[in-house]
């Protein structure tokens, strides 16, 4: 999979998260914090991931950034199993479905391939859009 494809795919499920708001305030408090604390580390996780790849469009050899990127990518797809198993009871069975295809399609990836073909700026630049999401989200939740 190529690391724009990955990024498109994360962009989407934090979009369709969003957009599941309403499920999401049905919620009880503690389910409702749970799904904020797990929203707000998938997005320090692509702050990470952002910094790292920013440090590879200047040392693309860098391979301790490499790592970090490839580490922090790796994390996010647990986190969204998370906070789907929380929303999971509120979810209908079509929006389930289409979670756990969402969820397939977050496989890890040569990360060190995608960067070598399309650099790794334009893709930090996306991991901070979908990051916004997920911050959006966490604050929503504890409005």
Request: avoid cysteine; charged fraction near 30%; proline fraction near 2%.
């Amino acid at each position: 999979m190529r690391l724009a494809a990955y990024l498109r795919r994360l962009s989407s499920f934090a979009e369709t998260i969003h957009r599941w708001l309403e499920e999401a305030a049905r919620l009880d408090e503690l389910r409702r914090e749970k799904v904020a604390l797990y929203a707000e580390e998938i997005a320090a996780t692509l702050s990470r991931a952002a910094a790292a790849l920013g440090t590879l469009e200047n040392a693309p050899d860098d391979r301790l950034a490499v790592l970090t990127a490839t580490r922090e990518l790796g994390r996010i797809a647990g986190y969204l199993e998370t906070i789907m198993a929380a929303l999971a009871v509120h979810l209908d069975g079509r929006k389930r479905a289409g979670v756990k295809r969402r969820l397939e399609h977050l496989k890890p990836f040569d990360l060190e391939a995608a960067i070598r073909e399309f650099g790794a700026f334009p893709q930090a630049r996306r991991l901070t859009a979908a990051e916004g999401y997920f911050r959006a989200l966490a604050d929503t939740l504890r409005a």
